[in-house]
């Protein structure tokens, strides 16, 4: 879908868009945008320029111009999103509902497409209920990390969150119908998820699961309910607009013990992934386990111009000093125990005596890394607590560009060589760097590369746009698929996982939005 013409100035009323949603004439935007201001206001529909700026800002390798929003309305009740819906179905506005917003690195609020409505939800931020009890919460779609956790230590109830990095502006409910991920043992936000209410295209309010049964208290603590479980086909969709969501929280334990661990070869990679896995599996280590590289831990500290000035790739005569003199490992291993003195103390000597075994790896203890970064910002991330140590990743090499590039393998040791090479090749030929983890969730590895990337100089976006869709098919050709994806490649992304696949999602959108008004092209669906 490319950018549609410009509308003409109104005589008066709110500033004309700079651009209109595809297939709608100027008058016909014009009547929708006052039937927007009728529901909700006329401070709630922006469509001057300034106020779309931030709307429009991203990090991925592309211009603006092919993200541009037409307008951004901005909701308070389900009742105003349902008569929303009833006007796009009318004029055949698309609405592209976000919550937070913070997608940064894989569109940010920007819609997939110019000319989209972007139908804001942060004013929809109220803490529904939290049971300190059954350990849930029932959140709207504005409420953010920060907010939450503030509302659970003021009022002392001892439950812990599981955020993404960088979180405190973020929200859990954006998080999660995204598929975003943690790093406590709740870290897969998606599996302690419970019931949603979802606005349908046709302005029908769905509640998920339990949620429709009358005079339920089952809501937050029955995922299933009745029937096909539907949660799932509202989670990187656009077959409805979530204004609800239950989420489990996990209890605060007795004993928390992070720990790192350094190797200091690139090639120990293989043995990390052998040693630990088992102990993941096994639920002795009980959250996410990170492994980032040397440039990842460095980018989270410090601007690289601290010890490279000149352009393109990282030369690797630098990482060494700077592994030397920042004491970094080539890979460093984030994981944490949880429980009462006595579980940690057994899981801890288990742990110990793999990693002797190995006869590869240093444990550093919390203890032993005191104040020093990047352990304490991990600790953080590890109990949920906010941090924003991250978003110095986007400083390493400066000018604003970064799309996350995530492939799905297995957990084995064999996976994670010819993954690296791979993708330091791929990465070099664009003159950009390997700056990545893998995580280890329950039985899956996903190796998370951030693309970073200078947005002010054309030259080097071009580039970066060119090492991404090469990343992704070239991972593509060996059966790796991203789990996620910027809106620059959700269609090069949906390709990968098969016409069957694409065909399903499309008709579920016929059926749910046959005049395709939610989000168009979001995972590469459309009518
Ligand atoms: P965060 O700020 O936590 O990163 P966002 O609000 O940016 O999350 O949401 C991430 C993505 O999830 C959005 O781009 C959109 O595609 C989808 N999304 C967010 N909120 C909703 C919602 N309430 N209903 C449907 N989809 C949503």
Known sequence: MTAQKTAPAAASGPAAPAILPPGVSASDFAGAIREFITILGAENV????????????????????LHRPAAVIMARTVEQVQKIMAVC??????????STGRNFGYGSAAPQS???VILDLRHMNRILEVDPVMCTALVEPGVTYQQLKDYLVENNIPLWLSCPAPSAIAGPLGNTVDRGVGYTPYGEHFMMQCGMEVVLADGQVLRTGMGGVQNTNAWQVFKWGYGPYLDGIFTQSNYGVVTKMGMWLMPQPPVYKPFSIRYEKDEDIHDIVETLRPLRIAGV??????????????AAIMPRSKYYQGTGTTPDHVLEEIKAKEGIGAWNVYAALYGTKEQVEVNWNIITGAIKASGKGRIITEEEAGETEPFKYRAKLMRGDMTLQEFGLYRWRGGGGSMWFAPVTVAKGSETRDQTELAKKILGEFGLDYVAEYIVGMRDMHHIIDVLFDRSNPEEMERAHACFAKLLSEFGKRGYAVYRVNTGFMEQTADLYGPVKRHVDQALKRALDPNGIIAPGKSGIRI
């Open 46 to 65: 922006l469509t001057d320029a300034d106020h779309l700026a931030p709307y429009t800002k991203v990090m991925v390798a592309e211009s603006e111009d």
């Open 285 to 298: 280590i009980p959250n996410a386990m990170v492994f980032a590289n040397v440039m990842w831990e460095a």
């Open 114 to 116: 110019a000319g989209q």
């Open 89 to 98: 179905n009318r004029v055949r506005v698309p609405i592209w509902p976000i």
